[in-house]
């Protein structure tokens, strides 16, 4: 915890700037400081992780997304007994469609109406 300058907040001693060791350490108050600055790393981590998702996404995330528009189901083989498989089912109920509709469809859902 002296990395994140919070080596004194599993004292006794209020004063989170102490810098003499007249208060002993705490060690279940020790554990859950360190357990709550863990924690808040995560959800940091998750959080920028979410954010740059949508502007930067996987490639097997945009080919299961090409999957499900044009509504194609995939078994794919890395191994003799291993495989995925990729359900392409299409939100709009129906495969075959013209490319205007498809295109309307696409439009509607990007601005967030679908």
Request: glycine letters at 6%; proline letters at 4%; charged letters at 20%.
């Amino acid at each position: 915890m002296e990395g994140f300058g919070l080596k004194y907040w599993s004292t006794h001693d209020p004063n989170l700037t102490r810098s003499d060791l007249s208060s002993p350490e705490n060690y279940p108050l020790n554990f859950f400081v360190t357990a709550i600055v863990i924690y808040a790393i995560g959800v940091i981590q998750y959080a920028i992780k979410y954010m740059f998702k949508f502007k930067f996404p996987l490639k097997y995330e945009e080919f299961v997304d090409l999957c499900s528009i044009v509504n194609i189901s995939v078994l794919m083989f890395d191994e003799t007994f291993h495989g995925y498989y990729i359900h392409g089912r299409s939100p709009y109920g129906q495969a075959e469609t013209s490319a205007r509709n498809l295109r309307l469809a696409l439009e509607s859902e990007s601005k967030g109406k679908a």
